[in-house]
């Protein structure tokens, strides 16, 4: 089976190497050396995180800050607790849709409440040692989750590209789409602020091929610079980032918010976010495993650091976190050796977050825009559909419905399917059933071994085998060759045989 995680592998990367017990004499300089690289790795993933951390703020629909304060705590809280040394944790593209839907629907107040809940749960099930029964989710549903997240994201940058509000659903992303063309090839401000983000997604793509630039500077912070810079020294009329100060975006949750936890939607909202930002972290440090030759990720350890770094953003009414690929492959690749580095740049987050506020407002939204489009591109396993159809068929399907159903409903009922969908094609899979047919040139009964596991799922296939029998003849129905048979179905060949035998001999019923 295709690996989900290859295409996070990367060729050039730093691998973490885990050394035993130094020498006194050696001791010290080996701390410095460890600290020199978790200190350049950490500006690194500053510099990643920054530009992901506003636009997923923005694109959720949220103020700005919200992103830089999930991506705080990140850092701070999230990267001292055990679990994946090295994976970096922040708000996360695969969970903006949810959260744009959760906005709109239930207000801002309501964010804090359900990031919380999200948060008692996943302390809850790393406490109840459940992190492990996450590696038990179909890859394809995985896959499929984050191809319908990025469709879904960028049908809605599109529109921000242009600096238009978008649609609240998906299908009404999607369906709206040549009526905004139309609209933006109408409109001189609206054509400057796409060739604004096009001109970002062109250099987020090209960049790292730089690679001696890329080293220095990485792709994300670069686009967003040079689009800042480009719209500055235009004088553009586009849309910027609207700025509040760190202190004003806090909203912890009230009592009546609180209160909003006993309604059946926002609990759903509420298994959502914790399904899949759970899911997210755990396939993410598996990934960020295989970058490294170091300790290996204790998935329930995980899942509480996650846990208790949800809830304190809950109580900040801050955006949810997940672990981010992005963010840890860039700290793994820059050289980091333990978890100092994660630390470290949630430090230089807040240090950003609090001397420097006003910088974000210069960002144009159409390059948050096209950061975005890019991320969401990045989220539909292109290249892995066309080799997933022809070796593993019933996984492609799963995929692809599980997408569909995500843009045509919504993120938990799309999950949902795709789970139901998994769970029917293994099931189907596994209900292996042969039937052995002997005798038929002799004058006796007709023996009939049923071979394999036969379940509910085979019983028509199975019956029209045995239909297609000699309707004259007396038959011995043998099921001990089964590995496993359900009630439908043995009381089924149990009912047939006894009908058969009765019209051929009333008075001969062998079974």
């Not at 029964?133 to 990025?150: E, K, P, Y």
């Not at 059946?264 to 972290?281: D, P, R, W, Y």
Request: proline content about 5%; glycine content about 12%.
């Amino acid at each position: 089976m295709l690996n989900f995680f290859d295409r996070f592998r990367t060729a050039g990367g730093s691998p973490h190497r885990s050394g035993g017990a130094a020498s006194d004499d050696g001791a010290a300089p080996l701390r410095a050396a460890t600290f020199r690289a978790d200190f350049t790795a950490s500006l690194v993933v500053f510099l990643v995180a920054v530009p992901l951390c506003v636009g997923v703020a923005v694109a959720s629909g949220v103020p700005a800050e919200l992103g830089l304060i999930t991506g705080i705590v990140g850092g701070l809280l999230t990267g001292l607790m055990p679990g994946s040394s090295l994976q970096v944790s922040g708000p996360a593209a695969g969970l903006t849709v949810l959260v744009y839907e959760a906005v709109e629907e239930y207000g801002l107040g309501a964010l804090g409440v359900l990031v919380l809940a999200a948060g008692v749960l996943q302390l809850a099930m790393g406490l109840l040692r459940l992190g492990r029964w996450f590696r038990a989710i179909s890859v394809a549903v995985v896959q499929g989750m984050l191809a319908g997240i990025g469709l879904v994201l960028i049908a809605g940058q599109l529109y921000a590209l242009a600096d238009a509000k978008a649609p609240s659903s998906g299908l009404d992303k999607l369906g709206e789409l040549p009526k905004l063309v139309m609209d933006a090839a109408g409109s001189g401000d609206a054509l400057r602020a796409v060739a604004v983000g096009a001109g970002t997604v062109a250099v987020l793509a090209l960049w790292p091929r730089w690679r001696r630039a890329a080293r220095v500077l990485p792709a994300p912070l670069a686009a967003v610079a040079l689009a800042t810079a480009a719209v500055a020294v235009l004088d553009l009329p586009v849309a910027r980032v609207e700025v509040q100060g760190l202190l004003d975006a806090v909203q912890p949750p009230g009592g009546g918010d609180l209160a909003r936890l006993g309604e059946v939607g926002v609990l759903g909202t509420v298994l959502a976010f914790t399904l899949i930002a759970s899911a997210e972290s755990l396939f993410s440090a598996a990934a960020v495993d295989r970058l490294h030759d170091g300790p290996r990720t204790d998935y329930d350890k995980e899942l509480i650091a996650q846990g208790a770094g949800n809830a304190v953003c809950g109580v900040l009414g801050a955006l949810p976190m997940t672990a981010v690929i992005v963010r840890s492959a860039a700290n793994v690749q820059a050289g980091a050796r333990t978890k100092v580095s994660r630390v470290l740049h949630g430090g230089w987050l807040l240090v950003f977050a609090v001397l420097f506020p006003a910088a974000l407002g210069v960002i144009p939204v159409c390059a948050l825009a096209g950061v975005l489009v890019h991320a969401g591109w990045k989220l539909i396993p292109v290249r892995e559909l066309v080799p997933l159809w022809r070796g593993h068929r019933g996984e492609a399907v799963v995929l692809v419905v599980t997408a569909g159903a995500i843009v045509v409903t919504n993120m938990f009922e799309g999950v949902l399917i795709g789970l139901l969908m998994a769970v029917a094609k293994s099931a189907w899979e596994t209900s292996h059933v042969h039937v052995e047919v002997t005798g038929l040139e002799d004058d006796g009964p007709v023996r009939v071994r049923v071979l394999g596991n036969a379940t509910f799922l085979r019983l028509p296939k199975l019956l029209d085998d045995l239909e297609a029998l000699p309707r004259d003849r007396a038959v011995e129905l043998d099921l001990h060759g089964l590995r496993h048979v359900d009630h439908a179905c043995g009381m089924a060949l149990a009912s047939w045989a006894e009908r058969h035998n009765a019209v051929v001999d009333p008075a001969r019923m062998v079974v």
